[in-house]
């Protein structure tokens, strides 16, 4: 499994053969009408629930069908591989069920809920090893321990088998549309390392050439834009972990060329970590989904699309495997974007009552304040405090820095992406 070979273009009879040999093991996930979305949009918005799969995730696909195709020696010989948590689930799953040892290496930032399922899938079939601060660390670490012990590496996402794997999807989806008399007009897609965008689009190609191919990736990891800007796979220098399962440094080399090779009938665009949270909550507290930060990335990339009114639409809900403990720094970060949170480093003069003015005569009614943290601790009556206010609408702001301007109290607004905001807030 190299991602050196020439490339040969995988076709939608390649990914049919795929679908027939995985289906003893995995049932088609449910296709939804999601009569919010298709309201707000205009168009027919339908969610391909791969969230539903039995490792919460659609890497199954992939990993399932890269293992079966395994000889018996290689299978002799163990299989390693290395995730930021969903392939993991799938490979682990695969383990178990095959009876085949098995070696996965995840990044540190990997969810402990993640971690927790791949142990349970797998049993006594897998070691868990957690190593690296990204996956391409992890996934470095992975590849050398297979070569020293001659084990075979199951690829995430740069290798053909995972991508034939993850492109039975789309003949999911094709078929699911038509047993209710309609055709695909455009599909949402979410990208990390690029292996489920690269299979859709090789069955779209050949069943449904006029379908337009989204793929939405996350500001803080965008190795697909990156990859398309230097027209070959770049590293990115660094990422943002938040969105784990597309936290990708460098999309893959096999994906990248099956997405350039279709480059005609792809757009591609990415969404803020801030916009993906608020998308989770818009899911959870309206459809009852449980999407992890990737799952929801081809919502999030829908609300900007310029769509024709009517259209029939799929966004790929690509993972469930989200942390409940993470929903604090959901909740945080979404608030953020929408423009509601906002801190401050404000400088109380050494007069007396001061506290009392800025709770009083700066905030507005509805303002509430979540975070107060004088900085100097040996003075808690005077000197500057972190204090972080939630606004009941984001229009009040201007209000807000107004007074505060007109005060003699000196308040410093922190925004995020700034070094004060990193030191200071991310911290509380």
């Excluded at 791969?50 to 079966?68: C, H, M, N, P, W």
């Excluded at 309609?182 to 690269?198: E, F, H, N, Q, T």
């Excluded at 943002?240 to 792809?266: C, H, S, T, Y």
């Excluded at 007074?403 to 410093?412: A, D, P, V, W, Y």
Aim: aromatic share 6%.
């Amino acid at each position: 499994m190299t991602n050196s070979a020439v490339f040969e273009p995988i076709h939608a009879s390649d990914i049919s053969q795929a679908q027939a040999r995985i289906s003893s093991e995995i049932a088609p996930t449910p296709l939804q009408y999601c009569p919010r979305l298709s309201q707000e949009t205009g168009c027919e918005v339908y969610l391909k629930r791969e969230d539903l799969q039995d490792v919460r995730s659609y890497k199954i696909r992939g990993a399932l069908f890269s293992i079966t195709n395994l000889t018996p020696e290689q299978r002799a010989h163990g299989i390693v591989t290395a995730s930021a948590g969903n392939h993991a689930q799938g490979v682990a799953y695969a383990c178990r069920t095959m009876g085949i040892q098995g070696k996965i290496y995840v990044p540190e930032p990997t969810p402990k809920q993640k971690r927790d399922r791949i142990v349970v899938h797998g049993g006594d079939m897998v070691e868990l090893v957690v190593t690296g601060a990204n996956f391409d660390e992890a996934a470095a670490a992975a590849h050398a321990d297979a070569a020293e012990r001659g084990s075979i590496f199951i690829e995430p996402f740069d290798a053909r088998d995972t991508i034939t794997g993850q492109g039975t999807i789309a003949a999911e989806v094709v078929s699911q549309l038509a047993s209710l008399g309609k055709s695909l007009d455009a599909i949402v897609v979410p990208v990390g390392g690029g292996g489920l965008l690269s299979g859709i689009t090789s069955y779209l190609a050949d069943m449904a050439p006029r379908t337009a191919i989204i793929g939405i990736e996350p500001a803080g990891a965008a190795s697909l834009t990156a990859a398309f800007a230097a027209n070959e796979p770049v590293t990115l220098e660094s990422v943002d972990p938040f969105v784990d399962g597309a936290a990708v440094k460098r999309i893959g080399d096999l994906p990248f060329q099956v997405l350039e090779a279709n480059q005609g009938r792809l757009h591609w665009s990415t969404v803020s970590e801030g916009a993906v949270c608020t998308e989770m909550l818009g899911l959870y507290q309206n459809e009852g989904i449980i999407a992890e930060p990737a799952g929801a990335l081809s919502v999030t990339g829908l609300r900007d699309l310029k769509l024709t009114p009517d259209s029939v639409v799929v966004c790929v809900i690509s993972g469930g495997n989200n942390d409940v403990l993470r929903y604090n720094e959901v909740m945080e970060r979404s608030l953020v974007h929408r423009g509601l949170k906002h801190y401050f480093l404000v400088n109380f003069p050494q007069e007396p009552g001061q506290l009392r003015h800025f709770l009083t005569e700066i905030l507005g009614p509805d303002d509430d304040i979540t975070l107060f943290e004088y900085l100097k601790r040996n003075n808690r009556e005077t000197g500057a405090a972190l204090v972080g206010v939630e606004l009941g609408r984001a229009a009040d702001l201007d209000g807000l820095l107004e007074r505060m301007s007109n005060s003699k109290i000196s308040c410093q607004h922190l925004k995020p992406g700034t070094s004060e905001y990193d030191y200071l807030v991310a911290s509380h």
